[in-house]
């Protein structure tokens, strides 16, 4: 059973402060990472992809993925009340020729103003 | 803009009445993936499509079927719905096996329709 597993949270951080997400996962088979944003009853939206070990930044976000340890992270710089959202960690693997997506459950992100 | 399009958005069917959700997209992607998400859990993929070819997850009940009659159209065919069935409905496009890009198989998900069942 391939399994990601995140902290459900909820994780509060203040405004402007850094907010740090983790992601562990089963499936060393796993070939992509990727972090959606998820606001409630919106649909998941991409917001960073990686692929190989070591850091990837875009903007206020970076992901960190480190495949011994199979961990998975995104820290979000200077964080904003629109920040708020539940962080959907998933792996994905090639199968039938599409990118399968294994989802973590996601944890909820509160930023206070 | 390039996008993916879900309709309807709210679907509201009866126990048992067979029911159609529709995807449609326009960034020419030769995948799309049929996902269900309960609420407070992670969206489970139902299936795929690549290109023409039908894959179905094992564990997808015979009650979910998928059509793709051509490359933007996609839809999710639910026979007999059961009051389990009630969840939000997310399509999502990708490009597929034969781009060499890794950031090709990233994953564009629609507004999802809300299924109620009643």
């Known amino acids: 059973q391939k399994e990601v597993e995140q902290n459900s949270g909820p994780l509060s951080v203040p405004e402007g402060a850094i907010a740090s997400l983790n992601c562990t996962y089963s499936d060393r088979g796993s070939q992509s990472f990727f972090w959606y944003r998820q606001y409630s009853g919106k649909s998941p939206e991409l917001i960073m992809s990686?692929?190989?070990?070591g850091d990837k930044e875009d903007g206020r976000f970076t992901a960190q993925l480190n495949k011994a340890s199979q961990y998975v992270s995104l820290l979000i710089r200077d964080s904003q009340p629109s920040d708020s959202a539940t962080y959907l960690c998933a792996g994905g693997g090639l199968s039938g020729g599409g990118n399968k997506l294994t989802f973590g459950t996601g944890t909820q992100l509160k930023v206070e103003l | 803009d390039a996008m993916v399009i879900q309709n309807p958005r709210y679907q509201v069917t009866q126990f048992g009445k067979p029911v159609t959700l529709s995807c449609s997209q326009t960034?020419?992607?030769?995948?799309m993936y049929w996902y269900q998400q309960k609420s407070s859990q992670a969206p489970k993929l139902l299936f795929h499509y690549y290109d023409k070819d039908f894959n179905n997850e094992a564990d997808t009940p015979d009650n979910f079927q998928s059509r793709r009659p051509n490359t933007s159209f996609c839809f999710l065919d639910i026979r007999s719905p059961g009051l389990g069935d009630a969840a939000m409905y997310l399509c999502?496009?990708?490009?597929?096996?034969?781009?060499?890009?890794?950031?090709?198989?990233?994953?564009?998900f629609g507004p999802g329709t809300r299924l109620t069942v009643t």
């Open positions: 990686i692929y190989s070990n």
């Open positions: 960034l020419n992607h030769n995948v």
């Open positions: 999502a496009t990708s490009w597929g096996r034969h781009k060499s890009l890794k950031s090709s198989y990233e994953q564009y």
